[in-house]
T-cell receptor
Framework: QQQVKQSPQSLIVQKGGISIINCAYE??????FPWYQQFPGKGPALLIA?????SEKKEGRFTISFNKSAKQFSLHIMDSQPGDSATYFC??????????FGAGTTVTVRA | NAGVTQTPKFRVLKTGQSMTLLCAQD?????MYWYRQDPGMGLRLIHY???????AKGEVPDGYNVSRLKKQNFLLGLESAAPSQTSVYFC????????????FGPGTRLTVL
């Protein structure tokens, strides 16, 4: 079974809106939580990542919120643009550097 | 730099046939990984390598073999393909200890009939 549970499976947002994707985990040994972005026909690419010693990390319009006690983390895409339409994967890793991926969320931004 | 490249991009096999997928990276990365991506399941680790000449099993290794004879190349083999191995295969590489980021190739779409 997947070690990282991701929701929703898909979402549609209007241009300028906020997209929110949630992930939950059980393994408290996870110490690295990245988000990968994948466009159709391409490989995943690292978008943003967080370590458990901080509760939030922001890079441009993308923000990770991390709740260690709840074992949850989320990706917020502010001012969503059509170019953000892609599949987003959350993941987690222990210090063995092996990534466990969520199932993915397909985001569609309507102009 | 080309980054991580994969060949072929597409392949159709019949059940029982064999094939090898090639991954190459020009970033001098120590670690390399093979994943498969299936709808609704994210990416699952098949095998990985922590350096030239080493290989190790990941989450779903059955039916696959790998080799890393050269640091820049990581080969994934299917000895007797099965329809359950129809998937998109991604290779990734990572520079080394202390750095988590993995760089992914463009993928190989494999269909087994």
């Amino acid at each position: 079974q997947q070690q990282v549970k991701q929701s929703p499976q898909s979402l549609i947002v209007q241009k300028g809106g906020i997209s929110i994707i949630n992930c939950a985990y059980e393994n408290t040994a996870f110490d690295y939580f990245p988000w990968y972005q994948q466009f159709p026909g391409k490989g995943p690419a690292l978008l943003i990542a967080i370590r458990p010693d901080v509760s939030e990390k922001k890079e441009g319009r993308f923000t990770i919120s991390f709740n260690k006690s709840a074992k949850q983390f989320s990706l917020h895409i502010m001012d969503s643009q059509p170019g953000d339409s892609a599949t987003y994967f959350c993941a987690a890793s222990t210090n063995d550097y092996k990534l466990s991926f969520g199932a993915g969320t397909t985001v569609t931004v309507r102009a | 730099n080309a980054g991580v490249t994969q060949t072929p991009k597409f392949r159709v096999l019949k059940t029982g046939q064999s094939m090898t997928l090639l991954c190459a990276q020009d970033m001098n990365h120590e670690y390399m990984y093979w994943y498969r991506q299936d709808p609704g399941m994210g990416l699952r680790l098949i095998h990985y390598s922590v350096g030239e000449g080493t290989t190790a099993k990941g989450e779903v290794p059955d039916g696959y073999n790998v080799s890393r004879l050269k640091k820049q190349n990581f080969l994934l083999g299917l000895e007797s393909a099965a329809p359950s191995q129809t998937s998109v295969y991604f290779c990734a590489s990572r520079i080394g200890t202390g750095v988590y980021e993995q760089f992914f190739g463009p993928g190989t779409r494999l269909t087994v009939l």
